[in-house]
């Protein structure tokens, strides 16, 4: 069964550095999503991405975050400056184009640690 | 705003037994769609069951039902039968039909605990 992969698993980075987190959506779908997770809250909505252009963004989703799919198969997060508050998990999902359908396919997550 | 609330931060049940899970939400939109999703100690996030706004009846997977009562905004899982792999946290999320790259927007989550 087709599935949405993320890399890396787990993420280290000292408080400044950019991070680039990278996903794999599922081939045939064409909505992107990127969601956040800081330990022990609930998931928040990042970045919605559709037609190589951002759909909708979150007030947290500020300059210091940006998308792109470079070449139509991955699809990455870049964190320019990291903080310590970026320090959560990070959950990459997809869903087909069907309308009648809204289930979103999420990825196992990229732990990132902030120190 | 648009919310969810998931009132039971914590839930137990014994296995074999049966728990319900509450949910509910706010929203001024007509068309939506809800989910539940079950999040295991490894965080990935499993769809475990999906109700269309516009349909009455309620959704069923194998021990998985909800009741969902749209006046009252209200959209509760029932977990039949428990057993040890259902613990988890359990979230309550909806999207609002806009058309384009709908957001899915969570509670703050149920954690159910599985007991012998």
């Known amino acids: 069964e087709p599935e949405v992969t993320q890399t890396p698993s787990h993420q280290v980075t000292q408080m400044g550095q950019e991070v680039i987190l990278r996903c794999v959506p599922i081939s045939n779908h064409l909505y992107f999503y990127w969601y956040r997770q800081i330990l022990g809250q609930k998931v928040e909505f990042l970045v919605s991405f559709y037609n190589n252009e951002i759909s909708e963004k979150s007030e947290i989703f500020d300059d210091q975050f940006s998308v792109e799919r470079p070449d139509g198969s991955n699809f990455t997060l870049k964190i320019r400056s990291t903080k310590l508050e970026d320090s959560a998990m990070y959950f990459c999902?997809?869903?087909?184009?069907?309308?009648?359908?809204?289930?979103?396919?999420f990825g196992p997550g990229t732990r990132l640690t902030v120190t | 705003a648009q919310t969810v609330t998931q009132s039971q931060p914590e839930m137990s049940v014994q296995e074999a037994e049966t728990v319900t899970l509450s949910c509910t939400y706010d929203?001024?939109?007509?068309?939506?769609?809800l989910f539940w999703y079950k999040q295991p100690p490894s965080r990935q996030m499993i769809l475990v069951i999906r109700q269309e706004a516009y349909k009455q009846q309620n959704a069923t997977e194998n021990r998985f039902s909800v009741n969902f009562q749209k006046a009252a905004k209200s959209f509760s899982l029932k977990i039949s039968d428990s057993q040890l792999g259902d613990a988890a946290m359990y979230f309550c999320?909806?999207?609002?039909?806009?058309?384009?790259?709908?957001?899915?927007?969570f509670g703050t989550g149920t954690r159910l605990q599985v007991t012998l």
């Open positions: 929203t001024s939109e007509s068309d939506y769609y």
């Open positions: 999320a909806y999207i609002i039909n806009t058309g384009t790259a709908s957001k899915l927007t």
């Open positions: 999902a997809s869903r087909f184009r069907d309308l009648s359908s809204y289930e979103q396919y």
